[in-house]
């Protein structure tokens, strides 16, 4: 699945959502960075190839 914020410029595959009342994407782990940096929560999506949410926002930066 593809970041549904940044994917028309980027393309980056989504490794987190981010929800709130009136937010629900699923996003990229640079997007997912900015969720934080704005102060809202994210959750990480499940991925078999990594063993940690760290190591999958790492990759997907």
Excluded: F, H, K, N
Excluded at 6 to 24: F, K, P, T, W, Y
Excluded at 29 to 56: D, V
């Amino acid at each position: 699945m593809q970041c549904q914020r940044c994917s028309s410029l980027r393309g980056e595959q989504a490794v987190a959502r981010i929800r709130s009342e009136i937010i629900d994407l699923a996003v990229c782990g640079q997007c997912a960075q900015e969720a934080w940096e704005l102060g809202l929560g994210y959750e990480l999506l499940p991925e078999p190839s990594a063993t940690t949410g760290a190591e999958r926002i790492a990759a997907a930066a």
